[in-house]
């Protein structure tokens, strides 16, 4: 009989993959006091000042359905640590037993944050389908100006996630079409970081964002037509919530790569504040695959850029800086910008081969370079404005 070796000891990992309950359809959130009142009675409830507003009634009646004793914190100015610290405050004079997080991104980010710092449980209620994180658990910290700072790994996905549909209806357009941008971007990013991974989470990670592109492709732009069509309903679960499952999957082993960087990069522009963080993602996708193309001369990677633009074009995502509203940047700028994404703990540096600055400003300026353009020395910018 053959020795069978001892299998080899492996470093313990916690996975933290999806919610522990979520809630979805019309009126969700008019239906879910229940499922809410399970994680206590002193409830904090985090959220931008305007959605509090919004939102004060339809919360007050689950507070009194359920016997919650319910505060309000504002998140402003940013998911930053001077919020966090103001809110840490109010939780701690309130006796809150449990966070619920109610808003978009950043909302939710602040939220989570506080109740893993507090070691509570954490409700997610998103109010538009920008982003996946009212699934995940990380938060992504900011300084008060809005410039992006670090990220933090939280210990637990939340306790309860609510998708009201009827809730995400309110959102402007504008902030499905940038959760498209940022939705479709774990494609291109978890393909170029993970995609020859043999183990079988960040393989399923990996083909879970390659579906989560195709219905993208397949079904945007009648969701975008139509709030009350199907196809709408599946945009709105594909962008919050299996976009959010790719992250549960692949966690660390399925990163981000150059598009969250160059959006990490932009917000330390005071002008591109307005911009959405799908909307810079986005173009963040554009300037990763213009990348290989400079980098690797990758026809694959032309090509994926040309079915992107398209793509764009047909939804309304931007395709260069100048639909970014960031057509009179500074050469000086550009370089600022392109030198923050390009630091050393960056994810750009995720890409299978090194970027510079230079390389990095010829990319975003030549987002729309048709086929077989001129070469990264021809496009660099070179005039004091970038058009």
């Excluded at 998103?126 to 210990?155: K, M, R």
């Excluded at 009350?228 to 599946?234: D, I």
């Excluded at 790569?257 to 963040?284: D, F, M, R, S």
């Excluded at 931007?318 to 000086?332: K, V």
Aim: glycine residues 8%; proline residues 5%.
């Amino acid at each position: 009989m053959k020795n069978v070796a001892a299998p080899t000891e492996t470093a313990m990992l916690q996975i933290f993959i999806a919610p522990a309950q979520v809630v979805k359809g019309n009126n969700a959130l008019a239906q879910a006091g229940a499922a809410i009142a399970r994680w206590g009675k002193r409830p904090f409830v985090v959220g931008g000042q305007q959605t509090l507003a919004q939102l004060a009634a339809p919360l007050n009646a689950l507070s009194s359905q359920e016997n919650l004793d319910l505060a309000t914190g504002s998140y402003s100015p940013d998911c930053s640590e001077a919020s966090l610290k103001s809110l840490a405050k109010k939780f701690k004079g309130h006796k809150a037993d449990f966070v619920i997080g109610i808003g978009g991104g950043k909302a939710l980010d602040t939220a989570k944050l506080l109740a893993h710092q507090h070691h509570c449980p954490i409700v997610t209620i998103p109010t538009s389908a920008a982003t996946c994180a009212a699934w995940t658990a990380l938060s992504n910290i900011y300084s008060d100006q809005g410039a992006f700072q670090y990220d933090v790994g939280l210990a637990q996905c939340p306790n309860l996630l609510i998708l009201d549909y009827n809730l995400i209806r309110t959102a402007p357009q504008r902030t499905l079409v940038a959760g498209i941008g940022d939705a479709i971007a774990k494609w291109y990013e978890a393909s170029v970081s993970s995609g020859h991974s043999p183990q079988t989470l960040t393989i399923a990670a990996v083909q879970e964002a390659r579906i989560l592109r195709d219905i993208l492709f397949q079904k945007s732009a009648q969701a975008i037509a139509d709030v009350q069509s199907p196809e709408w309903q599946e945009v709105v679960d594909a962008t919050v919530l299996l976009a959010g499952v790719i992250g549960g999957l692949g966690g660390a082993n399925c990163r981000t790569v150059a598009a969250h960087a160059v959006h990490n990069g932009l917000t330390h522009l005071p002008a591109a504040h307005g911009v959405l963080h799908g909307e810079k993602v986005a173009y963040g996708i554009l300037v990763q695959l213009r990348l290989e193309e400079i980098c690797q001369k990758s026809q694959l990677a032309e090509t994926a850029r040309q079915q992107l633009l398209q793509f764009y074009r047909e939804i309304g995502l931007p395709q260069s800086l100048g639909d970014l509203g960031l057509g009179d940047m500074t050469l000086a700028e550009l370089r600022r910008v392109a030198e923050i994404t390009c630091q050393p703990q960056s994810d750009i540096h995720r890409l299978p081969f090194k970027v510079n600055p230079e390389q990095l400003m010829a990319a975003m300026v030549s987002t729309q370079a048709p086929r077989e353009s001129a070469t990264a020395e021809a496009i660099a910018p070179t005039e004091a404005k970038v058009s």
